[in-house]
């Protein structure tokens, strides 16, 4: 499944094929299969791509074998799947949470990267599975075949979440309420600096993010015979960017800022009308990001009054911090110590790995009384996430959902 998985990578909000898989397996086991519009809230996804980029991706996962009565439902970006099955006893409710997205990366054609000379390399140009999503979503399918026996009581709850990259999807599933009835969440990733047969039970160090692409508009007119008429878009942007990069660091914790993209104009001799930044920023604390966006912001408006431009702001992605629960790391960490896969095991570890929209999910579980973990699972990689020759140790995924097959049953109960 990883395999097929990795061949056939999807990134966010197009992951039409891997749903389709998901959701026919997960009914074929008896499972409540919920998806399309009534698993995500439309309005609340976040970085959504073009209608053509969405319906380029339909046609491609039709033509690759996706059930089209399922992925129908799933038009428009729609690519959330959750799973749900009641134990043969009345009991509390465990939520599971897996990625399922890839990334806009080439993947390595040498000859020392297994899934090129396996085989299964990606058959799409410049997408690839460069962080282990497509391990992620095996793992979850191989838990809800172990649990499709039903014997544990309460509810299970299997959500394969689109769009992780970015951070943009999973508020939008927790806008729909499916993670209110939760008692206990779990969420995971496999490798990040951790190497097989190692595993924390929790994670620290998860950052605050807000993702943004800032649109400026202005007049195009020649820029010889009448700059003055023309009001240059460029120019703003690039008063913006230089700005941005100027705001000073905080007493108060760690904080990021990075324009990524800086994009306008046509021709040398015309004064642009149109440039596009995309940047984003960070931080250990949601209060310090929150007041870097505020600033970004205003930065933005008045680079663009500066040369008398507009300037659209959208937000395309966000997330914030993780925090775990020690009760739920304990139960991590006590059902990891009778699987001899695991035999380095730790109940926390400080990550350098950027951001995870799972917050959002913790958070509204904790809200309501609930209790989870973010797991890191172990895997020898080749090379860091989101370069070409990324790649996962498979001996991993067996005892991965294996282990969560026992976390379920143990709380279950």
């Given at each position: 499944?990883?395999?097929?998985?990795?061949?056939?990578?999807?990134?966010?909000?197009?992951?039409?094929?891997?749903?389709?898989?998901?959701?026919?397996l997960l009914s074929s086991w008896g499972y409540t299969t919920v998806y399309g519009p009534e698993a995500l809230d439309g309005a609340v996804r976040k970085g959504v791509p073009s209608a053509g980029i969405l319906e380029a991706a339909y046609e491609r996962a039709l033509e690759d074998g996706a059930d089209p009565d399922i992925v129908?439902?799933?038009?428009?970006?729609?690519?959330?799947?959750?799973?749900?099955?009641?134990?043969?006893?009345?009991?509390?409710?465990?939520?599971?949470?897996?990625?399922?997205?890839?990334?806009?990366?080439?993947?390595?054609?040498?000859?020392?990267?297994?899934?090129?000379?396996?085989?299964?390399?990606?058959?799409?140009?410049?997408?690839?599975?460069?962080?282990?999503?497509?391990?992620?979503?095996?793992?979850?399918l191989a838990l809800a075949e172990q649990l499709a026996d039903r014997e544990f009581a309460g509810t299970l709850k299997l959500i394969f979440q689109p769009a992780e990259e970015g951070v943009r999807g999973a508020e939008a599933i927790v806008s729909k309420g499916w993670l209110d009835d939760a008692d206990y969440l779990f969420c995971?990733?496999?490798?990040?600096?951790?190497?097989?047969?190692?595993?924390?039970?929790?994670?620290?160090?998860?950052?605050?993010?807000?993702?943004?692409?800032?649109?400026?508009?202005?007049?195009?007119?020649?820029?010889?015979?009448?700059?003055?008429?023309?009001?240059?878009?460029?120019?703003?942007?690039?008063?913006?960017?230089?700005?941005?990069?100027?705001?000073?660091?905080?007493?108060?914790?760690?904080?990021?800022?990075?324009?990524?993209?800086?994009?306008?104009?046509?021709?040398?001799?015309?004064?642009?009308?149109?440039?596009?930044?995309?940047?984003?920023?960070?931080?250990?604390?949601?209060?310090?990001?929150?007041?870097?966006?505020?600033?970004?912001?205003?930065?933005?408006?008045?680079?663009?009054?500066?040369?008398?431009?507009?300037?659209?702001?959208?937000?395309?992605?966000?997330?914030?911090?993780?925090?775990?629960?020690?009760?739920?790391?304990?139960?991590?960490?006590?059902?990891?110590?009778?699987?001899?896969?695991?035999?380095?095991?730790?109940?926390?570890?400080?990550?350098?790995?950027?951001?995870?929209?799972?917050?959002?999910?913790?958070?509204?579980?904790?809200?309501?009384?609930?209790?989870?973990?973010?797991?890191?699972?172990?895997?020898?990689?080749?090379?860091?996430?989101?370069?070409?020759?990324?790649?996962?140790?498979?001996?991993?995924?067996?005892?991965?959902?294996?282990?969560?097959?026992?976390?379920?049953?143990?709380?279950?109960?």
């Amino acid at each position: 499944m990883r395999r097929d998985l990795h061949a056939h990578p999807e990134v966010g909000f197009t992951e039409f094929r891997t749903a389709s898989i998901v959701a026919g397996l997960l009914s074929s086991w008896g499972y409540t299969t919920v998806y399309g519009p009534e698993a995500l809230d439309g309005a609340v996804r976040k970085g959504v791509p073009s209608a053509g980029i969405l319906e380029a991706a339909y046609e491609r996962a039709l033509e690759d074998g996706a059930d089209p009565d399922i992925v129908r439902r799933m038009k428009g970006g729609y690519t959330a799947v959750i799973g749900i099955l009641q134990g043969k006893r009345p009991g509390p409710a465990a939520a599971f949470r897996f990625d399922m997205d890839a990334l806009p990366v080439t993947e390595s054609r040498g000859e020392q990267h297994l899934p090129h000379r396996e085989g299964f390399a990606s058959r799409y140009s410049g997408i690839m599975h460069a962080c282990g999503h497509d391990g992620h979503t095996a793992i979850g399918l191989a838990l809800a075949e172990q649990l499709a026996d039903r014997e544990f009581a309460g509810t299970l709850k299997l959500i394969f979440q689109p769009a992780e990259e970015g951070v943009r999807g999973a508020e939008a599933i927790v806008s729909k309420g499916w993670l209110d009835d939760a008692d206990y969440l779990f969420c995971h990733h496999l490798a990040t600096d951790a190497v097989s047969g190692q595993l924390f039970a929790g994670a620290l160090g998860f950052l605050a993010t807000t993702k943004l692409t800032a649109e400026f508009r202005g007049i195009s007119s020649h820029a010889g015979a009448a700059p003055e008429l023309g009001r240059n878009a460029l120019l703003g942007a690039a008063a913006a960017l230089l700005n941005i990069h100027a705001i000073p660091r905080h007493s108060g914790g760690q904080t990021f800022v990075n324009v990524g993209v800086l994009q306008g104009g046509t021709a040398a001799n015309i004064v642009p009308e149109q440039a596009r930044l995309v940047l984003e920023c960070r931080s250990d604390s949601l209060e310090i990001n929150n007041d870097l966006e505020r600033r970004i912001r205003r930065i933005l408006q008045h680079s663009a009054e500066m040369y008398e431009l507009s300037c659209e702001v959208e937000v395309t992605g966000a997330a914030i911090p993780v925090h775990c629960d020690e009760e739920a790391v304990r139960i991590v960490a006590e059902e990891a110590a009778g699987h001899p896969a695991f035999r380095s095991i730790s109940e926390r570890v400080a990550v350098a790995i950027g951001s995870e929209d799972a917050g959002f999910m913790m958070q509204r579980v904790q809200q309501r009384g609930g209790i989870s973990t973010y797991m890191i699972i172990g895997s020898d990689r080749p090379a860091a996430h989101h370069q070409p020759e990324f790649d996962i140790d498979e001996a991993v995924l067996a005892p991965a959902a294996n282990l969560l097959a026992g976390i379920a049953r143990k709380v279950l109960v």
